[in-house]
């Protein structure tokens, strides 16, 4: 039984060209997503953890396989829900920009942090904006499969730096496609998940 769904995607396969190819779409989140969903749902049948929330599980599970599988389908999850078509001048507003501003200094200040930590995470991993236990905004790192959710954290937006992300449209390099990013990002889904 199918107990964790694929996310549905709320736009084409094409809508993110020309920042996300509707090639890479179609590995990402296609063939790549779809194994983890597919994993861990295998992985809990039978077990404890059958019938428990995807969130739930990425916070319960035993490290390994089972902690890898539901980790990615959550940070998959996060990351295609939180994009839309590119818009050069793309900016937060209202509450979200309110509060960046409160916890960076600018957004400017806060793109450079956030890419920094994208770029600098060696191998395989995602970076990170989330909400502390007191509301206070931080950038973390993610090798793997993590998920900030794991450590306390609430997940507002995510950035995979995983070579699948961003290969077939950047090759190596990951900080023009980290740069273009900001382009897709819907910051209105990002200030919805702020508590
Ligand atoms: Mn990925």
């Given at each position: 039984?199918m107990n964790?769904?694929m996310?549905v995607?709320?736009?084409?396969?094409?809508?993110?060209?020309?920042v996300?190819?509707?090639?890479?779409?179609?590995f990402?989140?296609?063939?790549h997503l779809?194994g983890?969903?597919?994993?861990?749902?295998k992985?809990?049948?039978?077990?404890?953890f059958?019938g428990k929330?995807?969130?739930?599980?990425?916070?319960t599970?035993?490290?390994g396989p089972?902690?890898?599988?539901?980790?990615?389908?959550?940070?998959h999850?996060?990351?295609f829900?939180?994009f839309?078509?590119p818009r050069?001048?793309?900016?937060p507003?209202?509450r979200?920009a309110?509060t960046?501003?409160?916890?960076f200094?600018?957004?400017?200040a806060?793109?450079?942090?956030?890419?920094q930590?994208?770029?600098s995470l060696?191998?395989?991993?995602?970076a990170?904006?989330?909400q502390?236990?007191s509301g206070k905004?931080v950038?973390?790192?993610?090798p793997?499969?993590?998920?900030?959710?794991?450590s306390g954290?609430?997940?507002?937006?995510?950035?995979?730096?995983?070579?699948h992300a961003?290969y077939?449209?950047y090759?190596?390099?990951?900080?023009d496609?980290?740069?273009?990013?900001?382009?897709?990002?819907?910051?209105?889904?990002?200030?919805?998940r702020m508590?």
């Open positions: 039984m964790i769904p996310p995607l709320p736009y084409a396969p094409n809508a993110l060209e020309p996300i190819s509707e090639q890479t779409i179609s990402h989140y296609g063939k779809q983890y969903v597919n994993t861990i749902n992985l809990v049948e039978g077990t404890e059958a929330s995807l969130e739930e599980l990425v916070r599970v035993p490290e089972m902690y890898n599988n539901a980790g990615q389908a959550l940070n999850k996060l990351y829900l939180q839309r078509s050069k001048d793309n900016a507003m209202g979200i309110a960046i501003d409160a916890n200094g600018s957004f400017e806060f793109k450079e942090q956030f890419a930590a994208a770029i060696f191998g395989s991993g995602w990170w904006l989330s502390d236990g905004l950038i973390t790192k993610e793997n499969g993590g998920n900030p959710s794991r954290l609430n997940p507002l937006m995510g950035i995979d730096v995983w070579e961003y077939l449209d090759q190596n390099r990951r900080a496609h980290v740069e273009a990013v900001w382009e897709l990002i819907d910051w209105e889904v990002v200030e919805s508590k």
